[in-house]
């Protein structure tokens, strides 16, 4: 069946170069989905911010979908936590602009998309798929940050959306948790884009390589990486490997030094500056080759949905060491594809990349295994066939309640 989607994607514009500020896993998930569900026939439409002035209104994404982009009242850059004021315009755009009713299913991502996909639900009956990419449940448990208004939102859109797509078995049940009634929730993976699947592996005899990539904040355990690597350098001298950091605006990188400005974490680089490196954000192919030529990736997030990066670096053949939260607990299997960590805790981090960077035989079998997993299992092609599955369902359910209310 032909079938036309639209996807809310209110800040994470697919076409934006990853790494910065809004633009990391949600904005790869929208993009590789849209380009895989387009090589089934399926045409995507994804609506979101006009964050780059730069970029064009319309913009082609594949040979079968497009980005239809809405400034909603402030065309440029705005934080995320800005655009919820800016809904009501939002909806009014896309009212105007396209014909809602020609799609057969709406699939929001991140609460504030849920929030768009909700009234469009209910003034077009068109049903709804929602994907939460992060949930402020699992941020308050992890950082003790609430967010009221976005709590009791996501609450409402879980419970109320057709279908709710959780990408690992522990999201799915900090969803049946969180929710009221029981909503419809279904398991499917995050993939990986082909450069990484087909991208050649790292050749032996290289330099000892710890990569990070993601964005320069806080919840993403940058500061803990830090102290992990310094604690490494002091007590593992012998041990010459190199951190590399990609991720982050550009001004947030000294184009000199190539060090944060941010003086916290320069701080936290003093005395090692030798053996660190900030590279700020890169495409899809440089974290490939960078990934394949890294002896570990580290993830060392307070909480993650999912946990792209992992994914990622585990499809070119390279172990991951993880903080041992959220999905990253179901990506990352400690022990056969990489090492779990407590989060916030920089000596066991420590500890993992010693243990990885001396023992060469670990770190090629861990290595080997999650390449071999991440091919069997974040692969796009099948993962669009699951969600298009859904897709079916729901216009099939929907078909047969249309006619049992005619009737």
């Avoid at 089934?40 to 979101?48: K, W, Y």
């Avoid at 913009?59 to 004021?85: C, N, Q, W």
């Avoid at 208004?149 to 522990?170: F, G, M, P, Q, Y």
């Amino acid at each position: 069946m032909w079938k036309r989607i639209l996807f809310i994607s209110e800040h994470g514009d697919p076409l934006e170069t990853l790494g910065g500020k809004q633009a990391g896993g949600q904005n790869n998930y929208v993009k590789e989905l849209a380009l895989a569900l387009g090589r089934r026939g399926i045409a995507v439409d994804v609506v979101t911010h006009w964050s780059n002035p730069d970029t064009p209104k319309i913009e082609k994404l594949g040979s079968m979908s497009r980005v239809i982009r809405f400034a909603a009242g402030h065309k440029g850059y705005i934080p995320k936590t800005k655009i919820y004021d800016l809904l009501p315009t939002f909806y009014e755009e896309i009212k105007k602009t396209i014909s809602v009713q020609k799609y057969d299913v709406i699939h929001s991502h991140y609460w504030m998309s849920g929030l768009l996909g909700l009234v469009l639900k209910e003034e077009f009956g068109i049903p709804l798929v929602h994907t939460s990419h992060s949930l402020g449940i699992a941020k308050k448990q992890a950082t003790g940050v609430e967010e009221p208004i976005r709590l009791e939102a996501e609450k409402h859109i879980l419970n109320s959306a057709d279908k709710v797509i959780a990408t690992t078995e522990v999201e799915k049940q900090i969803i049946l948790d969180f929710a009221d009634n029981n909503p419809e929730v279904e398991v499917i993976s995050i993939g990986v884009a082909k450069e990484f699947q087909s991208h050649s592996k790292r050749k032996a005899g290289m330099k000892p390589l710890l990569v990070y990539a993601g964005r320069l904040e806080k919840t993403k355990g940058i500061s803990t990486l830090l102290e992990a690597f310094h604690k490494m350098k002091k007590e593992s001298p012998e041990l010459e490997a190199k951190l590399v950091l990609a991720g982050g605006d550009k001004e947030e990188i000294d184009p000199i030094t190539l060090l944060p400005t941010d003086p916290s974490l320069r701080e936290k680089v003093k005395g090692i500056e030798e053996y660190i490196e900030f590279i700020g954000p890169q495409s899809q192919h440089n974290l490939s080759e960078l990934f394949s030529k890294a002896t570990s990736v580290i993830v060392p997030s307070y909480y993650e949905s999912f946990g792209m990066v992992a994914a990622e670096a585990q499809a070119c053949g390279t172990p991951v060491i993880a903080s041992g939260v959220g999905g990253l607990k179901d990506v990352v299997s400690h022990g056969k594809t990489g090492l779990q960590v407590p989060p916030k805790d920089s000596t066991q981090l420590a500890n993992a990349m010693k243990r990885i960077l001396k023992n060469n035989l670990l770190a090629k079998r861990l290595g080997k295994e999650a390449a071999e997993r991440a091919s069997r299992i974040f692969n796009w092609s099948s993962i669009a066939k699951e969600i298009d599955k859904t897709y079916e369902d729901l216009l099939h359910a929907n078909d047969y309640a249309n006619a049992s209310h005619r009737s």
